[in-house]
């Protein structure tokens, strides 16, 4: 019954910055707190990869090699959404953009099999 719902994505010039936003839902007394929100990218041709990470009660955060320093993963509990902020956006960073939730992180952040509900997607493009 938890939904994720992506927002945010746009075209943008190479140095650019967006926000992505993750809105989640669930069964009546479901809180954000208690729950895990990765963020994942798939550029044209390529797997699946992680970007960030936010955990659930204490929002520990975790990020890619090629994001650290530009990424920004966080969090409002109240409006039960999850935000992603990029910056410094580079060509290759192109694709779409999903987040994903699970309960529980059972292993590492960016292991794909480990959530069980995944959005839509939203689209980034950087390009000149």
């Known amino acids: 019954q938890v939904q994720l719902v992506e927002s945010g994505g746009d075209l943008v010039q190479p140095g650019g910055s967006l926000r992505l936003s993750c809105t989640v839902s669930?069964?009546?007394?479901?809180?954000?707190?208690?729950?895990?929100i990765g963020w994942f990218r798939q550029a044209p041709g390529k797997e699946r990869e992680g970007v960030s990470c936010?955990?659930?009660?204490?929002?520990?955060?975790y990020y890619a090699d090629s994001v650290k320093g530009r990424f920004t993963i966080s969090r409002d509990n109240a409006k039960k959404t999850v935000y992603l902020q990029m910056n410094s956006l580079k060509p290759e960073e192109t694709g779409v953009y999903y987040c994903?939730?699970?309960?529980?992180?059972?292993?590492?952040?960016?292991?794909?099999?480990?959530?069980?509900?995944w959005g839509q997607g939203t689209q980034v493009t950087v390009s000149s």
């Open positions: 669930g069964p009546s007394g479901f809180s954000l707190e208690f729950y895990t």
């Open positions: 936010i955990r659930s009660w204490l929002a520990s955060t």
């Open positions: 994903a939730g699970v309960k529980t992180l059972r292993t590492t952040w960016n292991d794909l099999a480990i959530y069980d509900t």
